[in-house]
């Protein structure tokens, strides 16, 4: 079943303390992209990657940090996690078609992170 | 700055009616939009795209029309259920770039 992972679903941690979301896919999809969404702002891209050692600033990238070693995985790391990083995160990942268009991007099932 | 707008209050219609839902954008020229649907505490889940040279497209009981000169799309379901109830979300992107600007998304409530 083609899917896209993440873990864990639900993180509650303290300020400061580093941590880690995990994303994988299995569709060997080159493109891979961070969201965070909160109430009436929407999903903000974070980072994306357009494949293995790729990465670049989406439109919220303060305070966060990516990496893409393997093509099926791009973790999302906060080093030094403050209060206003609480959100929901989605990892997603898509293919490009031809003429440069994104197909249909496929989402995890969401990571509801809460810094306290 | 680019932004996308999508209505912000929720959309009530009774069960049969056709929804109309509406993403406007300013300061930015997509190559093509998509439309996801969202359920509460889920991630989003697509449902069309379209490209900037094409005006209309279909798929099933959903109907996406795109006028790159108003700068809208309008997205309808038609034969509306219950099962229609979600958030949907409209989506931005260009073949010059490789980021995605997505609208906060509309309400819909479909009432039996």
């Known amino acids: 079943e083609a899917q896209v992972t993440q873990n864990p679903r639900y993180l509650i941690t303290v300020t400061g303390k580093k941590l880690t979301v995990t994303c994988s896919q299995n569709?060997?999809?080159?493109?891979m992209s961070w969201y965070r969404q909160d109430p009436g702002l929407g999903l903000r891209q974070i980072y994306y990657s357009m494949n293995v050692e790729v990465t670049d600033k989406g439109d919220v990238p303060e305070g966060y940090k990516v990496s893409r070693k393997e093509k099926r995985n791009f973790p999302l790391i906060l080093e030094s996690p403050s209060p206003n990083q609480t959100s929901l995160y989605f990892c997603?990942?898509?293919?490009?078609?031809?003429?440069?268009?994104?197909?249909?991007?496929?989402f995890g099932p969401g990571t509801r992170l809460t810094v306290l | 700055s680019q932004k996308i707008e999508q209505n912000s209050e929720a959309l009530n219609i009774q069960e049969g009616k056709t929804a109309t839902l509406t993403c406007n954008y300013t300061?930015?020229?997509?190559?093509?939009l998509q439309w996801y649907r969202q359920d509460p505490g889920r991630g989003p889940v697509f449902l069309l795209l379209?490209?900037?040279?094409?005006k209309e497209k279909r798929k099933e009981r959903l109907k996406v029309t795109f006028d790159t000169t108003l700068k809208q799309s309008l997205f309808h379901i038609t034969a509306s259920q219950p099962a229609d109830s979600a958030t949907y979300l409209c989506a931005l992107g260009n073949t010059g770039g490789f980021k995605t600007i997505f609208g906060a998304g509309t309400r819909l409530f479909v009432k039996a």
């Open positions: 379209i490209r900037e040279n094409e």
């Open positions: 997603a990942s898509s293919q490009r078609l031809a003429g440069g268009i994104f197909n249909e991007q496929f």
């Open positions: 569709m060997n999809h080159e493109y």
């Open positions: 300061n930015y020229s997509p190559a093509y």
